[in-house]
């Protein structure tokens, strides 16, 4: 069994309760005014709770599981990996967010690196959690800092939210922007660099 998360106070079950997530789904079924037992519905309960530990797998990683491939390179200019996909899951309204991530840092003088798709890694280990975008991004630049030491991190996403879009007030196409900057690239030519490369098509 994975040890439960605690990192911001999300997860505590340590593992996934499928039994538990299939009567759930059941149960909300019978509360809309389903049948549950009919045909066309009869292996949802099932099929829904498995979905559902696939798209909180992230509850049960840790971004040291993703972050594992380092390298001494001697590179110390910045890394930027754009354009990463984000599938996530809106905590208030467990509706689907989607969009982009765009991840960049500047390594430590030592040029301690990573992996390019472990950055992707990374947007998943959070992403799939249920999340608001704004602790999405900041976890994902925080967890950088700590595990590469980098001298700076950069976050921006860029997400459309299903609860904007399908119910409510009903925009879709409004988008979210958020960033979370660190280190170094807080200097503001650094950053303006950084935003440049970023929104650049
Ligand atoms: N800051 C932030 N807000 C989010 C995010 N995802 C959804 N929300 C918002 O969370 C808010 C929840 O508001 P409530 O008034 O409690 O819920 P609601 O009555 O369903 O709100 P409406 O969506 O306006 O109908 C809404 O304004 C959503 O747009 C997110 O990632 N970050
Ligand atoms: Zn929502």
């Known amino acids: 069994m994975t040890d439960p998360v605690t990192l911001d106070g999300q997860g505590s079950i340590g593992e996934f309760d499928e039994k538990r997530a299939e009567a759930a789904v059941r149960e909300l079924l019978l509360a809309v005014g389903e049948d549950p037992d009919r045909e066309g519905l009869r292996e949802t309960p099932g099929r829904v709770a498995r979905a559902y ?10 971004p040291e599981d993703v972050l594992t491939t380092t390298f001494d390179l001697g590179h110390d200019e910045m890394v930027l990996v754009k354009d990463i996909e984000v599938f996530s899951t809106c905590e208030h309204h467990l ?25 992707a ?81």
């Open 53 to 62: 530990k696939e798209i909180f797998a992230g509850l049960y990683q840790q």
């Open 95 to 119: 509706v689907p967010f989607r969009g982009v991530a765009h991840v960049g840092y500047i390594p430590a003088s030592t040029g301690k690196i990573t992996g390019l798709s472990k950055l």
């Open 121 to 201: 890694r990374l947007v998943d280990v959070y992403a799939r959690r249920p999340q608001v975008q704004e602790r999405l991004t900041t976890q994902i630049a925080e967890s950088l800092m700590s595990i590469l030491e980098p001298r700076g991190v950069i976050v921006v996403i860029e997400c459309e939210h299903m609860c904007m879009s399908m119910r409510g007030i009903r925009k879709p196409g409004a988008k979210t922007l958020t960033s979370a900057v660190r280190g170094q690239l807080r200097d503001p030519a650094t950053r303006a660099e950084a935003m440049s490369l970023i929104m650049a098509s």
